[in-house]
């Protein structure tokens, strides 16, 4: 994609666009229309049928249905000491070396950790490690804990809803630091991990499962939120934190030099609770 097509695609109205299409999927639709068109989107996307649980009177609209959570123990969470697990069922675009504050997007594209969080709390992660995570459409799309600790509080930061898709992320320059996001500060006995939820061309709504008044909706400012001492909520592995309505990107921020990734390959499909890194001693 060439300079011009980035202007033009940057000139978009793509999170009206975006809104839009969220508002259509979560619409109460007649099971025949409903139905037939559920059944269409697991064949073209190869969703397995078997993991998901149906709620009771069925999914109202399409958002529910994207939105399914899974039968128990279809994720079965690595619980060996030291582990940090993937979040969501996703792809490894990236992961690696925090160089200083740069992070890679893609070969030859990198970005800025100031600017992917633009708050004082991206020192936390100067020279650390990140792992990006791409949810296909035919992922569950529900966002969970990596690690054990305690939830400091958020930072949402309005922003452009483009594309994540493999052949945007290749040529798009900046283009996380460029999209809505909300992320989430987890405290852990090791040191801080953050959980990068980022928007896309047609992601309606970012939600937060521990905080239930926000959505990537809320604010159309930048806004932190640190809670106060007796609002901060422990979550365990595997816990659930946040929902993609319709889906997008993962990034997930660490301290310096505490944790090693294990079994990690750029391009390889993971599934939620499965180990990726550990814990250095």
Request: hydrophobic content about 40%; some cysteine; charged content about 20%.
């Amino acid at each position: 994609m060439g300079k011009i097509s980035h202007i033009f695609y940057r000139a978009l109205p793509l999170s009206c666009f975006s809104r839009i299409a969220g508002f259509i999927a979560s619409v109460p639709l007649p099971r025949f229309i409903l139905y037939p068109f559920i059944a269409w989107f697991i064949k073209k996307y190869g969703v397995n049928k078997e993991e998901f649980e149906e709620p009771e009177g069925g999914f109202r609209s399409f958002n529910s249905f994207f939105t399914r959570t899974l039968k128990p123990n279809a994720r079965p969470i690595n619980t060996s000491l030291d582990t940090i697990v993937s979040p969501v069922d996703a792809r490894i675009d990236q992961f690696g070396r925090i160089e200083s504050t740069t992070l890679i997007q893609a070969k030859g594209i990198y970005y800025s950790l100031e600017n992917l969080v633009p708050s004082p709390r991206y020192a936390h992660f100067i020279d650390g490690e990140f792992m990006t995570l791409y949810l296909a459409p035919s992922d569950y799309h529900r966002i969970h804990s990596p690690v054990d600790g305690v939830i400091e509080g958020f930072l949402h930061v309005p922003g452009k809803l483009v594309t994540v898709q493999e052949s945007m992320v290749q040529r798009f320059p900046r283009l996380f630091e460029c999209n809505e996001r909300i992320i989430t500060f987890i405290r852990t006995s090791h040191g801080m991990v953050g959980v990068c939820k980022v928007g896309a061309t047609n992601v309606g709504k970012i939600s937060l499962s521990y905080d239930a008044h926000v959505t990537n909706k809320t604010f159309r400012s930048i806004k932190e939120k640190i809670y106060a001492e007796a609002e901060k909520k422990f979550v365990s592995r595997g816990q659930e934190i946040g929902v993609f309505n319709l889906g997008s990107t993962v990034i997930l921020l660490f301290e310096k030099g505490i944790i090693e990734f294990c079994g990690c390959m750029v391009g390889k499909k993971v599934r939620m609770g499965e180990k990726i890194a550990e814990y250095r001693n």
